[in-house]
């Protein structure tokens, strides 16, 4: 396919996501009803969707509106190119640029720019300080591809050795001692032998960074709470704790004994009506539903859907875990508390709201990551009990 048709192809795509439709779903029916197009096709296709999805706001006010087509022109706009160059209306290229198009516009806000919803703005500013534009101009991109090295299984340079083999260039990653970043043939991957038997596993640097924030000792009994598809769960396995692994819905774990058998480590699963209390965990983990703010690079919908009443609703639902967790600790039990978040309501607000609901507990350690550390946006607190 020339640039032009894959634009064409990005454009059809968009206008059934500015409906309503899902993305990924849109891209996989695209691909089917289109058998020409080959793999290297599609994947240029779903980077010119998903940089779209990213920087909604500014490619539209670049190319004059939310269409498709607005939005594609917006991006030739941003890349310093002139759009009348791929909109020639030949072949498969989209129809020809003419007097029905928006003259470019150079008069953008700093939130159309930076791809920020307006009414976030004033938070993000308040929870990022001087690292607002810097963060919201990173998350406009993609996110680097990182791999966690199963430590448990392999060292960090044999596994740089072993994926190489497979055509995958990686390299040490500074946010963790289990982290590396993959700067060539990250598409292979999935396909390669590493990966199929567990020597490493796709995880954000940042996410390792959090389990390593955990501090866990060999044993440690833990129950991940919130524990999702199992990822940081895997984590924590492969540093010899003793995992159970837990969400409030457990169609969610489905894929983890089958992640964990390739892992090569034992999780156990445990449902809420089995969860015991009484001081059965060294520690109680919750990654805690989120607004995934420190993650719109690799989930950027969720930037758009996110609205203030949901954002209330997340802040909700996290005082409750946490108060949750507390009811199932014993006088030894520490918590981790964690989000893939930048806005400081999920994070430093949250945990001080449960200190002051809980004196009997204090915050022993947090930290705060930004994409400007590589990986995605987490925030981790421990917290442990008072023992005058
Ligand atoms: C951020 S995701 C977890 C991601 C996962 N830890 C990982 O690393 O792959 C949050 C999870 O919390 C779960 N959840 C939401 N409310 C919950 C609650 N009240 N109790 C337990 N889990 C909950 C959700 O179903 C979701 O799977």
Redesign the pocket.
Known sequence: MTPAARVAAAIEVLDGWLAGGAAEQLLTSWARSHRFAGSTDRAAIRDLVYDAIRCRRSYAALGGGESGRALMIGAERAAGRDPAEIFTGEGYAPAAFGPGDAPPRPDLSEEERLDCPDWLAPQLRASLGADFAPVMEALRHRAPVFLRVNLARIDRDEAIGTLAQEGITARPHPLSPSALEVTEGARRIQQGAAYASGLVELQDAA?QAVVDALAISPGDRVL?????????SLALAAQGAEVSA????PR?MSDLPGRAARAGVTVGLLPTDRLPGGGSFDLIFA????SGSGAWRRSPQGKWDLTARRLDELCA?QA??LD?IVRLSGPDTRIGYAT?SVIEAENGAQVAAFLARHPGWQCSLSRSFTPRDGGDGFFIALLTQRHE
């Open positions: 996410s991940d709470y919130c524990a999702g598809g199992g990822g940081k837990h969400d409030i819905d969610r990654d805690a539903p989120c639902i409750g875990i949750e893939c």
